[in-house]
């Protein structure tokens, strides 16, 4: 599975952004896909996740009433709807797919599929 993610750029503090993450070479039926993020210096880090089968979401709690995840009908699209965006969301953004156990959403590792990453920059 092919994953590109778009959508990023630049926005003032409690601006919105729609990002998107497009599945080539199969679809996202069978997968959970998540978004991450990552500053220069730090880990990569969860931001939410959803379970195509049955549609379980996840969110970290920063961005909980924030972000939606969401997905497309087809099966080849996900989607992160970011509102009232802050300086702290500023980050590369990236999609990942994999089949993780409930416990592990969050870990990077769980996932094998990733995109090439979308920059998220918001001003104050």
């Known amino acids: 599975v092919q994953l590109q993610a778009s959508g990023g750029g630049l926005v003032q503090v409690g601006g919105y952004l729609r990002l998107s993450c497009e599945a080539s070479?199969?679809?996202?039926?069978?997968?959970?896909v998540a978004w991450f993020r990552q500053v220069p210096g730090k880990e990569r880090e969860f931001v939410t996740s959803?379970?195509?089968?049955?549609?379980?979401?996840y969110y970290t709690n920063s961005v909980k009433g924030r972000f939606t995840i969401s997905r497309d009908n087809r099966g080849n699209t996900v989607y992160l709807q970011m509102n009232s965006l802050k300086p702290e969301d500023t980050a590369v953004y990236y999609c990942?797919?994999?089949?993780?156990?409930?416990?592990?959403?969050?870990?990077?590792?769980?996932?094998?599929?990733w995109g090439q990453g979308t920059q998220v920059t918001v001003s104050s």
């Open positions: 959803i379970r195509w089968s049955g549609g379980n979401t």
């Open positions: 070479g199969a679809t996202f039926r069978s997968y959970t």
């Open positions: 990942a797919a994999g089949r993780p156990i409930t416990s592990s959403v969050t870990n990077k590792d769980a996932y094998y599929y």
